[in-house]
């Protein structure tokens, strides 16, 4: 992005066009960190108009997307703080269950009518448990595993030292593990089951 010669009009122009295609970045992140998708939907928004607010203080060639993630996880743990709720753990609406489609993308090009069933249950299996980790183990998992930031990224993001989120984000893909171990047992003895 090269803002010399340009009026901040065209500065502010430009950088709103490069955030736009974060977006879907920030909404993946935003959903992991709020579990649900109106409260998704109003972070990224938040975080994108705040950002435009503040677009001169980003400094040109450095990276936007470690820098728009650290002001939605701020407004995130600002919000919380302000309200002093978390989503329980037990529940979790339709609108989860069915919203996030991350895994799916992941997933290879066509994996069939039994790959998509799958698919889905190991999403709702997986927001299942993190929703179990606690916050100092989710956010790296959610940050560098699903939002794809690098582990000095996610450093930045987190305000915390890279030793730090590699230990944090070791924790916690073992709390993870944990929490899908019996589902994955059980789904590897059905796969066998069905070879057989």
Not at 62 to 84: C, E, G, P, S, V
Not at 128 to 133: G, Q, T
Request: charged share 30%; hydrophobic share 35%; proline share 4%.
């Amino acid at each position: 992005m090269a803002w010399k010669g340009k009026s901040r009009v065209e500065r502010r122009e430009s950088f709103s066009h490069e955030a736009i295609g974060h977006l879907d970045h920030l909404y993946r992140v935003a959903f992991h960190l709020a579990k649900e998708q109106p409260e998704a939907r109003d972070l990224v928004q938040e975080t994108y108009a705040r950002a435009l607010d503040s677009f001169e203080q980003f400094s040109p060639g450095t990276n936007m997307k470690a820098w728009l993630t650290r002001i939605l996880y701020n407004f995130f743990l600002d919000r919380y703080h302000q309200n002093k709720k978390w989503v329980p753990l037990e529940k979790q609406s339709l609108a989860d269950e069915e919203g996030s489609n991350y895994w799916e993308r992941v997933a290879g090009d066509d994996p069939g009518p039994e790959g998509h069933i799958l698919l889905k249950e190991l999403n709702v299996k997986i927001s299942e448990a993190l929703k179990k980790i606690p916050e100092e183990f989710r956010a790296p998992i959610v940050l560098v595993d699903m939002g794809e930031l690098s582990y000095a990224e996610a450093s930045q993001v987190l305000s915390c030292p890279l030793g730090t989120i590699r230990s944090r984000l070791s924790r916690g893909r073992r709390y993870l593990h944990k929490h899908l171990r019996g589902y994955m047992g059980v789904e590897v003895q059905e796969r066998r089951k069905r070879q057989r």
